[in-house]
């Protein structure tokens, strides 16, 4: 779709799994290629994966390292929306391989012009990670990164932003894979 990039974040230090999450096998592949098929699907072409780790260049997707290392999603989104060339930018953390096409298309078309983001809601708790983010945000971001505030959630509150409740149906979906414990229950 044109006038919409993806950026997959994938910077993090993954303590909870002890690995990078996004380079964990899953379905023949592995977390980061199937969030990128997926994004490929809903017809996405300008994807990015913003990480330090060169083994991402393997998706053969454009990588970019955090502008402010190790300053968690803040830091990511800032480093996305700083990158963009265009309005709106399709979000995801790497630690959501089950997201489909048809999810990203829904998220794409419930954008709300008049907000500098639209985040899901999985069953009742928001997902910034699982977003669409208007690139004037990023200034939102900047002011944060330079005081040290780092909860993505308090940004979040500054930005004008609606927050779309995801059909019960793809709940499973858009689980978070986080733990070695999350991981295991996903591959049972």
């Known amino acids: 779709m044109d006038g919409v990039s993806a950026y997959i974040l994938a910077g993090g230090k993954s303590t909870r799994m ?4 996004g380079l964990l096998p899953l379905n023949e592949s592995f977390f980061a290629a199937l969030i990128v098929t997926a994004l490929k699907k809903a ?10 780790n060169k083994a991402y ?5 454009n990588r970019i390292e955090d502008i402010y290392p190790d300053k968690g999603p803040v830091g990511g989104v800032y480093t996305a929306l700083s990158h963009s060339k265009t309005v709106h930018n399709i979000i995801l953390s790497v630690d959501v391989p089950l997201v489909s096409a048809e999810i990203i298309n829904w998220l794409i078309a419930n954008i709300a012009l008049n ?7 999985v069953l009742n708790k928001p997902n910034p990670l699982i977003a669409v983010y208007h690139k004037g945000a990023a200034s939102v971001f900047k002011e944060h990164l330079l ?5 993505l959630r308090t940004v979040v509150d500054e930005i004008p932003h609606q927050t779309i409740e995801v059909p019960e149906a ?11 414990e999350d991981y295991k229950s996903l591959l049972a």
């Open 18 to 21: 002890g690995s990078d999450k």
């Open 115 to 121: 907000k500098q983001l639209t985040q899901v809601k």
């Open 57 to 61: 260049d393997v998706l053969n997707c």
């Open 170 to 180: 793809w709940a499973a979906l858009l689980q978070n894979i986080n733990t070695k």
């Open 43 to 52: 017809s996405i072409e300008k994807i990015t994966v913003v990480s330090a």
């Open 147 to 151: 005081k040290n505030q780092l909860k």
